[in-house]
C-alpha cells in the first residue's frame, strides 16, 4: 500500500462541513467518492487533520489515504482533480512513509477570519466574508488578543456541545489587521483548537473592539470557565482553515 498525502482547499458554502454525515453533502464524502471510483468501486478511507463545520472553508487542509495504486504524486493530483467538483480542490500531493498521519501528526494549524466593514451588504461576498458594520477600536482589541495568547483552559470560549474534557489549548500567534482589499482578518495559530474556539474569540474581541467588554475582561472570562461570559458566536462563512503544521 501507498500512502498519499495531499493538501486541498475547499469552498465551505454548499458543504454540509467536512465530516462524513448521512443524506448530507460533506468534503470528506466527495473526496471518498472520487477515490471509490477511481478504485474501480473498493472504499477508500480518507484522515484530515480536522474537521470544519458548514459554511467553514479551507485553504490547506491536509489529508491522507492509502492505496494499492502505484501512481506518481504529480498524477495524483490531476487525476483526483478532474473527478471532483469544482468547490474542492486538489493543490498538492506526495507520497509519505506509511507513519505519517493527517491528523496525529500535527504540531500547529492556523486559521483566519475574515471581516468585511463597508455599511452596505455585499451579495457577491455574504459566502465568504463577515458582514460586520460597526466602528472598531483597533488599540483595544489588540490588547486584548494578548491575554488570549498562551496556555490556557478555553472552557469560556467553546461551544458548551463539546465533547473533549481536556479544554487546554496553547495559543501561539494571533494577529489583527486589515489587507489590501479593505478587510479586517484574524490569524489564529495554534496547538489545536475547539469546538467553535475561534468563531467565540472573534465574536468576544469584536465586542471589545465595540467597547461592550474591556480588554482586561478577558483574563476574567478564562478564569470563570463558563460560556455564557464570552460573547457571540460569529458565522463560519468567514472562518477558513488556512494552513496545517508537521515536523517537516
Avoid at 126 to 154: Q, W
Avoid at 233 to 241: A, F, I, K, M, R
Amino acid at each position: 500500500m501507498q500512502r498519499i498525502k495531499m493538501i486541498i482547499s475547499y469552498d465551505g458554502s454548499a458543504f454540509f462541513g467536512y465530516q462524513v454525515q448521512p443524506n448530507q453533502r460533506t468534503v470528506q464524502s466527495e473526496i471518498e467518492g472520487a477515490l471509490k471510483n477511481m478504485h474501480k468501486g473498493s472504499d477508500i478511507r480518507i484522515y484530515a487533520s480536522g474537521r470544519t463545520d458548514a459554511g467553514v472553508h479551507a485553504v490547506g487542509q491536509v489529508i491522507h489515504f492509502d492505496s494499492p495504486y502505484k501512481i506518481p504524486a504529480s498524477k495524483w493530483k490531476i487525476a483526483l482533480n478532474s473527478l471532483l467538483p469544482n468547490d474542492i480542490a486538489i493543490g498538492h500531493a506526495q507520497v509519505v512513509t506509511n507513519d505519517f498521519h493527517a491528523r496525529f501528526d500535527v504540531k500547529k494549524k492556523e486559521y483566519r477570519y475574515k471581516i468585511e466593514t463597508n455599511q452596505d451588504r455585499d451579495v457577491f461576498t455574504r459566502n465568504y466574508l463577515y458582514h460586520f458594520p460597526y466602528t472598531l477600536d483597533y488599540l483595544s482589541i489588540k490588547e486584548a488578543i494578548k491575554y488570549l495568547v498562551g496556555t490556557h483552559d478555553f472552557t469560556s470560549f467553546c461551544s458548551a456541545k463539546t465533547e473533549v474534557e481536556d479544554k487546554v489549548r496553547t495559543i501561539y500567534e494571533i494577529e489583527f489587521f486589515e489587507d489590501k482589499n479593505g478587510e479586517l482578518i484574524f490569524r489564529f495559530v495554534g496547538d489545536g483548537f475547539l469546538y467553535n474556539m475561534i468563531r467565540i474569540m472573534v465574536g468576544t474581541l469584536l465586542e471589545v473592539g465595540q467597547g461592550m467588554k474591556k480588554p482586561i475582561e478577558i483574563l476574567e472570562i478564562l478564569e470563570a470557565k463558563n460560556r455564557q461570559k464570552a460573547g457571540k458566536t460569529v458565522p463560519g462563512t468567514g472562518l477558513y482553515l488556512w494552513k496545517v503544521y508537521y515536523d517537516n
